[in-house]
C-alpha cells in the first residue's frame, strides 16, 4: 500500500443521497409466484384473490333449531300458535346444515315448544330468511377475496381458503446477491484465526438483515481483494439476483475496488453519504435486459454495516417486494450524558434506555463503528442531525426502538462500576423476564447516576482512603440525597494481573514500580483505580513512578486482555479477568462489590428477584467458580441514611 | 339428533376464564435446542451466548496511518517535530491491520507529513493505545455477548459470529396439534363440494395463527365426528405436541365431544366465555410425563376461533416460546355508526378505518361470526365491554390495528352502493399503492355518510322520480351543504336476474306480480331498490303484489346468488350480478353509477390517481367485460354546487 490514495469519496448530505438512488431505481417491475396458502402467511398479494366458490356454497342453517316455510308461520301469535308436524313441516336442523328443500327459515331451538306428540308449537310468524346464511352471504363466487397489495395474514388466508382457494400469486421476493471481499476474512467457525484475520460478521449480519427485510438472501464465497475477481463475482450476482451487495471495499482506499468495479457495469450515482458511522457508501444501479439492478456498497465496520443497511438497503427490498416499511417505535428517552458529534454529519448513537420514574432514561455506548457487540446490546438509537454538535444531558430526544417497547419498558438499568458476575446475575433474573441493561462508567460516576435518578442500580467498590472502608463515604458524597440500600454481592480479590507464569515475579507494586514493568490503568474514578492510588500513597509510591499510569482501559476484562496479550506486563483488577484470560493473579487487596440502589426501590418486584436470586446457591456456585468471589453474603442488604442537615 | 341436549356451558368473564386457565398452566419449562445463526434469527435465547473468541482477538489499527511507539513520539511539537523512519520506527498501516510490534499507537494519515526521504515528521504527541483497538475492545472471550431470554435481531447473531461462536441454544417452539373435526368438512382443494360439506378454511386459519404466533403447527387428519375416534386422535396428539387445539364440537350440543374427551384426558377449567363472537370455548390441561399439556377447544365459525385463538391460543404459544406479545397498534377511532351489543359479553366489532381529516372514521362490518372475508376485510377490531349495550356514533373508542398504521393511514374509505366494479378500480389503484376500503350501505346511506364526514367516496345510483335524473336531487336532498364532486365510473343495466333459460319467461316487472314469482328486494334506501319503486309506480303494480318484495339482501350478488340457488325466480339487480352466477338477465334500465365526494378532495393526490385509473383503457376494458357496463364517460367530473341559502 502507499500513503497516497485516490480521494473521490464526496459526502453528500442523506437526504440528497436517497433522492439520487431511489430516484434512479424508480419502482422495480412487479414479478410474482404462485405459493400455498400457508407459505403465503406474511407475503404481499400480486393480484386481487377471487373465489371459486361462493361461501356458504349453499343455503346454509346459522342456528340450532327447525327449519320451515316462513309462509306456514303466518299468522302464529301467543294465543294461537301455529301447529307443524316434525319431520315434514318443521324439520331439525343443526348450525351448518343445508337448509331443507321448501324451508326459507330457521327459529331458534329456544323459540320451538315441543308438544311430544311429533309436532311443534310456532307463537310468532318468521320472515323469510331468517337464521339462514344465504349462498354467497360471506363471498361471492367471481369476487375478489382478498384485494392486491395485501400482506396475508391469517384471516386473510382463511378467507381463501373457504372461497376453495388453495394458492395465491404473491409478490416475487428480491434475491439480494452478498459479496464479502477481504484477504483477510475468515469464517467464524475457524477454530483459531490468525493474528490479522477478520472473523466475517458482516455475511451473517447481512443476510439476516436480508431476510429481516423480506429478500432472500444469497450469499457467495468470499472474494480475495483483487478487482478482477470482483469484478468476475459481480458479473455472477449480477445474472442470478435483482440486487447486489457489495461489503466492504466501498472506501476510497488503494485496496477499495467496489466503487471502481461497480462503474464498469453500471452507474456510481452516489459515493459517500455525510453519516456517521458508514459514510464511505458506494450507491448505483447496473442494467440487465432491461431491469435495473440495484448496487450498494457497503462499508465494513459492522456497526456501519448496519446503519447503512438499514438506510439503503432496506428500502430496496422493500420496493421489490411491495412490503410497508415496519412501524418503528419511536421513543422519547432523556439522555444521561452529554454526546459530542460533528457538524455535517448524521450521527446515529447506540444507547440502553430503561424506564426511570416517568421518564425513559438513556446512557449511550461505546460509538466505534466497529463495536458489533455494543450495538447488540443497545436497545434503542437516537441520531444527531448534522447541524447540531451534540445534545447537553437532561435532553429529551426522539430515539428508535431497537428493541420492543415491553422490553424497553422492563428494562433495570445497571450503571456504574464492572463486573463480570453481573452478566450471571444477569442470566439468573432473565429467566424471571427481568432484564438488566447495563453501561460500565466505573463506580464514582454510577453513585452520581444514581443520585441524578439516571439509573436504577449503581454497582460500586470505593474504598474511602481515611476510613478504610467501602462505599458509604462515596455515596454520602457523590450520591443521592436520600436513604440508599446496598444489595451486597460478594467479597472480591483484587490483585495484579500478570502474564502465565509471572514472567517478571511481581509480587506487589512497588515491584511494578522498581521493575519498570508496562502497566495499564483504569479511567478516573473507576473503583479500581481509586483503590490504587490509596495503595501507591500507602506505600509510598508516586504515580509516575508506574509506567503506563496514564494508559486508560475500561474495564477489567480490558486490562486483563492486554497483560494476555503482552502488549502490558501487568494491571490492578479482579481474580476473575485475570482467569478468564488465561492470566496470572497476585491477591493484593479484598473488597466487597455492591449494588446500591435508592432504599425506596427495594419495593419494586424486580429488585426482589435480584436479593432472591442473589441468596441462591446456584448463583453463589456459579459467581465463586469464576474465582476469587466469595459470595456467603450475597443479597445481604443494609441502609445507608441520608444525612439531614 | 334430538332437541334434547346436554346443557354444561357457562359463560365465564374473560378475565375470570384466563386467571382459571393460565394459572393452572403457570410457566412451561424451559426447553432449547441448538440452531445455526441464520436459523436463530427471531428466536429467543435460552441461556446466555458467551464469546469463543475476543472481538478483536489482536490489538487491530482502527485507523489508516502510521503505527509508532507512543514512546517515541514524545516532546513532538510544532516548531520541534519529531521524525521517524519509515518501515522501521513507523509502520504504514490500513485500518484493521494488526498493529505491529513495539507499535502501541497509530497516526492518522492526514496528521502525518511525508518528508520524501523516507521518513515522516510528527508534530505532537500521541498517547499509547491512540487509533488501536485493543483486544477484547468490544467482546472479550468467555464474556457474554447476548444475554438470556433475548430475541435475536440481526445485529445480535453478527455479535455472536464476531465472536467465533457459529450455534445458538435458543428456545424451543412450542409444537401445536391441529386436530379439526366434523362429518362435513372437506378440503378446499375440492373441485365441487356436496351441498352440505363445509369448507375447512379453519385449519388454515389455526395453522397460520400458530405459525404468526411462533409456534409450529402440526395439523393431523381431519377426524369425523364420533367421540372415540377423537379420543384416540387426542391421544396421539398428546403424544407427539405440547399444546393441543381441537376444532370444533367445543360448544354442548349432542355432537360436541371436545369437553368430553378432554376431561377424559385431563381437567376442563373453563367451558365457555362470555365473548361474542367465541364463547363456547373449551380450556382443560392435561398431564402427561410431569409435563402440563394445555388443552384447547376453539368454536367452529371461523371468526370465533379467530378471536379465540387469539385470546387463548396465542399467551399460550408465547409462554412455552419465551416470547413477548407482539406490539399492538391501538388506534382511536369515530364511531360511523351505531353498534348495539348485548350486555354480559365483550363483544368483537371488525371495522373498516380511514382517516378523514383529522379522524379516524371507523365503519363496522358485518357481524356473523361465520363470514371470515369481512374479518379479512377488517382492518381494525373494537372491543365493546361486557358492561355496555352499545355504543353511538360518533363516540371516539379504542380499536386494534388488524392491518399495519400506514395502511390504515393511507386507506381510501368507499362507503355507498355497491359495485362489483370497485373491486377492479382498487385493484387498479392498489399497484400505486393507494387502499380502498369499502362498507356496503346502500346510495342513500352512503350520501348521508358523505355529508356527515364518514366516508372520503359514496358510490351512488339515486333515480329521482320528479325529474328521472340520477344523483343530483339526492345529493341535493342528502348530502353535503358543500359542493360535491361526482365521478362517472360506467352506465350500467339494471333488470331482472332470473334463473337461466328464465324458466318462467318474465320479461318485465308485471309479469313477476301477474306470475307471482318469488322475489327478492334490496335494502331500504338502496338505489335499486329506489329504482324499483319507481318502475312500479310507472308501472302501477303495487308493492305488495310482488312476492318477497320484504325479503332483503344487501347487495347485487347477493340477490343473484338466491336466484341462481332458486330460492326465488327473480330479483332486481345489474347485469354482471348476474353474469357471474350464471343467471339470465332482463334489461329494464340504464343509469350512472358515479362516485360523489366533496369537491374540494378532487385536490387529494389519490383521488387524481383513481381518476386516471378510470381514463384507462386497461380498466375501461376489465370493467366492461364484466358485462352490461359502458365506461366511455369513465373518469369524468362534474360539480354539484350546494345550495345557498
Known amino acids: 500500500m502507499t500513503l497516497a490514495r485516490d480521494v473521490f469519496l464526496v459526502d453528500l448530505p442523506l437526504e440528497d443521497a436517497r433522492e439520487r438512488f431511489f430516484g434512479a431505481l424508480g419502482e422495480p417491475p412487479l414479478e410474482s409466484e404462485s405459493v400455498g396458502l400457508l407459505d403465503a402467511l406474511d407475503r404481499v398479494t400480486a393480484r386481487p384473490v377471487v373465489a371459486r366458490l361462493s361461501s356458504p ?15 306456514a308461520t303466518r299468522g302464529a301469535r301467543e294465543g294461537a300458535p301455529v301447529v307443524l308436524r316434525l319431520g315434514s313441516e318443521a324439520k331439525e336442523v343443526d348450525t351448518g346444515d343445508p337448509l331443507p328443500a321448501d324451508c326459507d327459515a330457521v327459529i331458534m331451538i329456544e323459540e320451538v315448544e315441543e308438544r311430544g306428540d311429533g309436532t311443534v308449537a310456532i307463537r310468532a310468524p318468521v320472515p323469510p330468511g331468517q337464521h339462514v346464511r344465504g349462498i354467497g352471504e360471506d363471498v361471492v363466487a367471481s369476487e375478489v377475496v382478498v384485494g392486491a397489495r395485501r400482506r396475508l395474514r391469517p384471516a386473510d388466508l382463511a378467507a381463501i ?51 429481516q427485510y423480506g429478500g432472500i438472501a444469497q450469499r457467495y464465497p468470499r472474494v480475495a481483494d483483487d478487482e478482477a475477481l470482483l469484478l468476475s463475482a459481480l458479473d455472477r450476482a449480477l445474472a442470478e439476483c435483482d440486487v447486489v451487495v457489495v461489503n466492504a471495499g466501498s472506501s476510497a482506499g488503494s485496496e477499495d475496488f467496489t466503487a471502481r468495479v461497480f462503474a464498469q457495469r453500471g452507474e456510481v450515482l452516489v459515493h459517500g453519504v455525510a453519516i456517521r458511522p458508514g459514510h464511505p457508501v458506494v450507491l448505483g444501479i447496473a442494467r440487465r435486459g432491461g431491469r435495473k439492478i440495484p448496487l450498494l456498497g457497503i462499508p465494513g465496520y459492522p456497526v456501519s454495516a448496519a446503519i447503512c443497511a438499514d438506510l439503503f438497503l432496506r428500502p430496496v427490498v422493500e420496493r421489490f417486494a411491495r412490503l410497508d ?125 444514581l443520585a441524578g435518578r439516571w439509573t436504577h442500580i449503581a454497582g460500586t467498590h470505593v474504598l474511602d482512603p481515611q476510613s478504610g472502608t467501602y462505599n458509604d463515604a462515596a455515596i454520602r458524597r457523590y450520591g443521592p440525597r436520600e436513604d440508599v440500600a446496598l444489595i451486597h454481592f460478594a467479597q472480591r480479590e483484587q ?151
Open 325 to 449: 416499511p415496519p412501524a418503528e417505535e419511536e421513543l422519547e428517552v432523556v439522555l444521561a450524558r452529554k454526546i459530542f458529534s460533528s457538524l455535517g454529519e448524521d450521527e446515529y448513537v447506540r444507547a440502553v434506555a430503561a424506564r426511570i420514574d416517568d421518564r425513559l432514561v438513556a446512557f449511550p455506548l461505546q460509538r466505534g463503528a466497529a463495536t458489533i457487540a455494543a450495538l447488540s446490546r443497545a436497545n434503542c438509537l437516537i441520531t444527531i442531525p448534522r447541524f447540531q454538535e451534540g445534545i447537553h444531558a437532561g435532553t429529551a430526544v426522539r430515539a428508535r426502538a431497537l428493541r420492543s417497547r415491553a422490553a424497553i419498558e422492563r428494562a433495570l438499568l445497571a450503571v456504574g462500576s464492572h463486573d463480570v458476575a453481573i452478566d450471571l446475575l444477569a442470566a439468573a433474573v432473565a429467566a424471571k423476564n427481568i432484564e438488566i441493561v447495563s453501561a460500565n462508567v466505573g463506580s464514582i460516576a454510577g453513585l452520581v447516576a
Open 495 to 645: 490483585g495484579l494481573i500478570v502474564a502465565r507464569g509471572n514472567p517478571l515475579g511481581l509480587r506487589s507494586l512497588r515491584d511494578v514500580a522498581e521493575r519498570s514493568a508496562r502497566f495499564v490503568n483504569r479511567q478516573k474514578d473507576a473503583g479500581t483505580r481509586i483503590l490504587l492510588d490509596v495503595l501507591l500513597t500507602r506505600e509510598g509510591i508516586a504515580a509516575d513512578a508506574l509506567v503506563g499510569y496514564d494508559r486508560i482501559e475500561f474495564t477489567h476484562v480490558g486490562v486483563a486482555a492486554l497483560v494476555a496479550d503482552g502488549s502490558v506486563d501487568c494491571a490492578l483488577g479482579i481474580r476473575a479477568a485475570a482467569s478468564v484470560l488465561g492470566c496470572d493473579f497476585v491477591p493484593i487487596a479484598r473488597e466487597p462489590y455492591e449494588l446500591a440502589l435508592l432504599a425506596r426501590d427495594l419495593e419494586d418486584p424486580r429488585i426482589a428477584a435480584i436479593i432472591a436470586a442473589l441468596h441462591s446457591k446456584e448463583l453463589r456456585d456459579e459467581v465463586e467458580r469464576l474465582g476469587g468471589y466469595d459470595c456467603s453474603h450475597a443479597g445481604e442488604v443494609r441502609i445507608v441514611k441520608a444525612e439531614r442537615n
Open 57 to 71: 356454497h349453499f343455503h346454509a342453517c346459522a342456528m340450532d333449531g327447525i327449519a320451515v316455510a316462513s309462509s
Open 161 to 211: 381458503a373457504s372461497t376453495g382457494v388453495c394458492e395465491v400469486e404473491v409478490v416475487r421476493r428480491p434475491r439480494v446477491a452478498i459479496l464479502t471481499t477481504g484477504d483477510e476474512l475468515v469464517d467464524p467457525s475457524v477454530v483459531e484465526p490468525p493474528r490479522g484475520a477478520i472473523i466475517d460478521s458482516n455475511g451473517v449480519l447481512l443476510a439476516a438483515l436480508v431476510m
